[in-house]
Nanobody, 123 residues
Framework: EVQLVESGGGLVQAGGSLRLSCAYS????????IGWFRQAPGKEREGVSC????????AYADSVKGRFAISSDNVKNMVLLQMNSLKPEDTAVYYC????????????????WGQGTQVTVSS
């Protein structure tokens, strides 16, 4: 059974940092990408970042470029999202998800999702 579990959310002041973790298990696929998404109250879900298991390529939303960094630890089956210089507008529930049988990040419908972790940035 495929599972993704997020952790690391919390409350932080503007300008601060958080590191989110996505622990995944049950993967039987060679090719997949793992993405981070977020959804703020009253807003649509948006893609934040993505990393390919195949070649390590990454992608970022314009709103987080230069502030967030995604990385993967294939031994521990984890994907990390380092978030620096946080802004109040980064406040949202953050989800990790996977799209299988693809090698590059793209505008896909993702197959499996975690439950989310709350990130709150105070001004």
């Amino acid at each position: 059974e495929v599972q993704l579990v997020e952790s690391g959310g919390g409350l932080v002041q503007a300008g601060g940092s958080l590191r989110l973790s996505c622990a995944y298990s049950g993967f039987t696929f060679d090719d997949y990408v793992i993405g981070w998404f977020r959804q703020a109250p009253g807003k649509e879900r948006e893609g934040v970042s993505c990393i390919s298991n195949s070649d390590g390529s990454t992608a970022y939303a314009d709103s987080v470029k230069g502030r967030f960094a995604i990385s993967s630890d294939n031994v521990k089956n984890m994907v990390l999202l380092q978030m620096n210089s946080l802004k109040p507008e980064d406040t949202a529930v953050y989800y990790c998800a996977t799209r299988v049988f693809v090698t590059n990040c793209g505008d896909y419908d993702y197959d499996y999702w975690g439950q989310g972790t709350q990130v709150t940035v105070s001004s």
